[in-house]
């Protein structure tokens, strides 16, 4: 009996130590992709959550933002799938901490869950050297072709790298000076070196940006569709005033009418005249009220596009050559509201001052005895209907004076 009970809690003690074991033996990370913790305003992040272990166990993830064991935050822009954190279009919001949490259920009750390190990201103000996408919208049929190029090079530097993130697969770049593009699946353009041109398929799908020896370009998702419906909106982000047209494209057959969504309520329903299988939907003037998560959908609902961010940033007229806040030209708005508030109070105050000045004025005149000699020469009104012909160029206490002595001689 005494055998079988040491056996029993050797065997306790062992899985115990083995679980342990395995535990200190992983561990769970979180990466920035792009790579860094400097992010750009109106660009697309990626933050991946990855536990370094070369067992097939299956994990489940939980994300947290700026405080563990916290909910994020809901934001239509962050978007949560298992391992992976997106945030579309960044702002100075999203500025903080980032975390991840795996966890492991055993065929047992025991468990084992690991918690990462914070990945700490900071929202740049200073916009970066540009990407370019042609079309320029996130989403794209599969055989499309599309166009991405590096930004000029301001240095006498080797060249930029344009490189690929896919979630579940690895970093992929290319030095674009060279002849091919092709680890990105890729080839040069005809016409410019530095562009590279591809056909949208499974491997196309992904964060793209480029790398130099200036820093990095911003970076943009896109996404290949195998459905039937996509609506291409601005990659980068519009400005306040822009016209913006969204484009709801039915892969085939003959469809003319599509219903607009915004944030996931229906917008309007449009028909297109045309017979190109792609409704537009314009949206003049754009604001901040403009931003959200669009997507559209057939008229009998039963497909739809992915949704699709659109951005909206501060009007042109408010940004520098830099792209920063135009803060000298807020100073000048500032001065000039100050300078309306205080003529507002001043004014009024000053002919306050005034009137209350003359009113003290007359009161010290009207307390103090005025001496003959200090009267005019004036000849007195002979009778009372007289009284009204007194001139008016003296002042009102003299003039009450006059009339004192007049009606009573007495006083």
């Known amino acids: 009996m005494n055998v079988i009970l040491i056996s029993s809690l050797l065997g306790v003690a062992a899985v115990v130590l083995q679980a342990a074991a395995s535990k200190e033996s992983l561990r769970v990370s979180v990466s920035v992709w792009p790579p860094g913790s400097n992010i750009y305003l109106g ?7 990855t536990v370094e272990s070369n067992s097939s166990f299956v994990w489940s993830y939980r994300w947290f933002r700026h405080k563990p064991r916290l909910a994020p935050t809901p934001d239509p822009r962050h978007l949560v799938s298992g391992d992976s954190y997106s945030i579309t279009a960044v702002t100075r919001e999203d500025a903080g901490s980032y975390q991840c949490q795996a966890e492991r259920r055993g065929s047992n009750t025991t468990s084992v869950v690991l918690l990462s390190h914070l990945a700490m990201l900071s929202v740049s103000e200073l916009p970066p050297p540009s990407l370019t996408l042609t079309p320029s919208t996130r989403q794209l049929f599969r055989g499309e072709r599309f166009t991405v190029q590096c930004p000029t090079s301001q240095t006498n530097s080797s060249g930029w790298m344009l490189r690929l993130f896919s979630p579940g697969r690895r970093v992929r770049k290319r ?9 990105l699946g890729g080839a040069v353009g005809a016409d410019t070196s530095d562009t590279c041109v591809f056909t949208a398929g499974t491997g196309s799908s992904g964060l793209y940006w480029c790398e130099g020896a200036e820093g990095r370009s911003n970076a943009v998702n896109i996404t290949v569709s195998y459905g039937t419906i996509i609506l291409r909106t601005p990659a980068f982000p519009v400005f306040e005033g822009d016209k913006v047209v969204l484009y709801c494209q039915y892969w085939t057959g003959n469809h003319s009418k599509a219903s607009f969504f ?7 329903t449009l028909t297109s005249s045309s017979s ?12 901040q009220e403009d931003e959200g998560l669009y997507k559209c959908a057939s008229q009998d609902r039963k497909v739809e596009s992915p949704e699709s961010w659109l951005s909206v940033r501060p009007g042109r007229g408010n940004l520098t050559s830099d792209g920063t806040a135009a803060s000298m030209s807020d100073s000048w708005k500032w001065i000039i509201v100050s300078c309306g508030i205080v003529l507002m109070f001043l004014v009024p105050l000053t002919v306050f001052l005034v009137r209350h000045y003359r009113y003290q004025t007359f009161r010290m005149r009207s307390c103090c005895p005025v001496s003959k000699e200090d009267l005019p020469a004036v000849e007195l009104p002979a009778t009372k209907q007289d009284v009204t012909e007194v001139q ?16 009573y001689p007495g006083t």
Do not use: A
């Open 43 to 49: 660009e697309c992040v990626l933050l991946q959550c």
């Open 276 to 287: 190109d299988r792609v409704i537009k939907m314009t949206l003049e003037n754009v604001t």
């Open 392 to 407: 008016w160029d003296l002042s009102w206490m003299e003039m009450s004076n006059l009339l004192d002595k007049h009606l």
């Open 262 to 268: 915004k944030n996931g309520v229906e917008m309007v």
């Open 175 to 183: 030095i674009l000076y060279t002849d091919m593009c092709s680890p």
